[in-house]
């Protein structure tokens, strides 16, 4: 049966939340507009080419690491709050850093704060969702990563434009958007960052958390604001009090963890999540416009490039978040991976044959366009979904964390990997081998990954305990 909500009050919620992936969409965009320079003013080879991009990335393994229990153990508003506060402090940092070795830092602090809101702002709304919203509303913290990496490539391209005008903004600010424009691009972050520090204090702690601390009045209140009849609130109080109990009353987490329907719950969305990295999207948003100027585009333009993929990646998601719940998770993948592979092999083929066959570079513009388009619409959408609700609440957050841990070493790699990937095996070669990489995850959302829209949370954990 539907739930009646309060589904203002719901969204609101699930905006102040998403927010965590504006910060991890700038960060993850605003990279490409600063290699060059960065690269050119500390005179980096490729080895920290790739470091200066994927430090930022390690630094989200390791909030990542301590995601989980924090989550767990402070609660996952509070856990935000940290989030947002070492973005800022990064932001800041990244801006002013006389040295490589400092920009590197700051970079590692972001990173943290990225990696703790990868885990909890996609768990938190999750939580405070209902079986009927919950893949629209989770996947508001997609569209938010995607809203973030527009932000990112806009900003980037304006303040490149700023650049090249040269006009006198004083010694300071000449110094952060002119003669060194990249400590700009960086710097904006801080925006974004301190507005969600502010609005994530207007939010309560996550319901279900609080009933799993034996918090029952307090999460009962926070329910009375979500939901419209006391049935309904005395219902999923009782039901999340029955799988809370359920899963016995073992004080280590880790111990639920290797629990046999549990353990092959983890295992199947650490695969996902690592597999999903090695199809090329973040190879594409972090070395967008260095690939588009190898291939012959202006590089002026390349950043204006990287504008319309971002929105086409902002667009896709959109449509996306109003179909998850209607047509299904894997049916989703099925459509979005199966066009990733023919855009992906369509790219390859422009390396191996367009210069030959004297085609237009403006062709690999489309190609990308398709492929963001399929990706977005497909395991971008998706994968924040299927881990945040995947996972038992006892373990939730640990499981989450685990998952993401092993997102977070994928996007690492291909951070650190895809410049020596494009020099010594080609962009050819780079392309195909994300295409081969989409097989495997496709083999295992059919077999391994049950559906659960539509189903409850308490649903999906009774799915992988019973086994």
């Known amino acids: 049966m539907k739930q009646k909500v309060h589904f203002g009050y719901l969204l609101f919620l ?49 909030g990542v690491i301590f995601g989980g229990a924090l989550g767990d153990n402070i609660g996952r508003k509070k856990t935000m709050i940290l989030s947002a506060l070492l973005f800022t402090v990064s932001m800041i940092g990244c801006a002013i850093s006389g040295t490589f070795i400092e920009l590197v830092l700051y970079r590692i602090v972001g990173g943290m704060g ?27 913290y997609q569209l938010a990563v995607t809203i973030g990496v527009v932000a990112a490539y806009i900003i980037n391209d304006q303040l490149l434009s700023l650049a090249q005008e040269g006009e006198a903004l004083g010694n300071f600010f000449d110094k952060i958007f002119i003669t060194e424009y990249w400590r700009g691009m960086l710097g904006m972050g801080v925006v974004p960052s301190l507005f969600f520090l502010i609005i994530v204090m207007c939010i309560p702690e996550s319901p279900r958390w609080l009933i799993t601390k034996d918090k ?42 290797f629990q046999p329907g549990i353990f092959k719950a983890l295992i199947i969305g650490m695969a996902i999540a690592i597999l999903g990295q090695f199809m090329g999207v973040n190879a594409v948003l972090y070395y967008g416009p260095e690939i588009f100027k190898g291939a012959g585009l202006a590089s002026d333009d390349a950043l204006f490039y990287q504008v319309i993929v971002g929105l086409a990646n902002m667009i896709t998601t959109i449509l996306a978040m109003f179909i998850i ?46 492929y963001i388009v399929c990706c977005a619409g497909s395991i971008c959408a998706v994968v ?41 095996i080609t962009p050819q070669g780079t392309f195909l081998l994300f295409a081969i990489c989409c097989i495997p995850y496709m083999l295992i959302m059919w077999k391994a990954v049950p559906e659960t829209t539509g189903k409850s949370l308490e649903e999906i954990e009774k799915y992988w305990t019973k086994k």
């Not at 329910?223 to 419209?228: A, D, E, L, N, W």
């Not at 209607?326 to 991976?337: A, C, M, S």
């Open 14 to 62: 699930s905006f102040v939340a998403a927010w965590g992936g504006f910060l991890f969409g700038y960060d993850e965009a605003v990279i490409s507009g600063t290699i060059s320079e960065v690269s050119t003013q500390f005179n980096l080879n490729d080895g920290m080419k790739g470091w200066f991009v994927s430090s930022a990335l390690l630094g989200a393994i390791i």
């Open 114 to 140: 990225i990696g703790l809101a990868s885990i909890v702002c996609p768990l938190y709304i999750s939580e405070i969702s209902v079986p009927q919203h919950r893949g629209l509303l989770v996947s508001l």
């Open 216 to 257: 029952i009045s307090h999460a009962e209140n926070i329910f009375g604001r979500i939901y419209c009849n006391k049935e309904d609130i005395s219902a999923q109080i009782s039901a999340t009090l029955e799988v809370s109990k359920s899963s016995g009353n073992e004080k280590s987490e880790f111990k639920l963890l």
């Open 325 to 370: 719940d209607k047509i299904g998770r894997k049916k989703l993948i099925y459509y979005g991976v199966s066009g990733m592979i023919v855009s992906l092999l369509l790219i390859a083929a422009y390396f191996i044959w367009g210069e030959a066959m004297n085609i237009s570079s403006y062709y690999l513009l489309v190609f990308f366009v398709l």
């Open 384 to 424: 924040w979904v299927i881990l945040s609700e995947m996972y038992p609440i006892k373990v939730r957050a640990v499981a989450m964390s685990i998952a993401s841990f092993a997102l977070w070493i994928g996007t690492f790699l291909i951070g650190q990997l895809t410049p020596w990937l494009l020099t010594n």
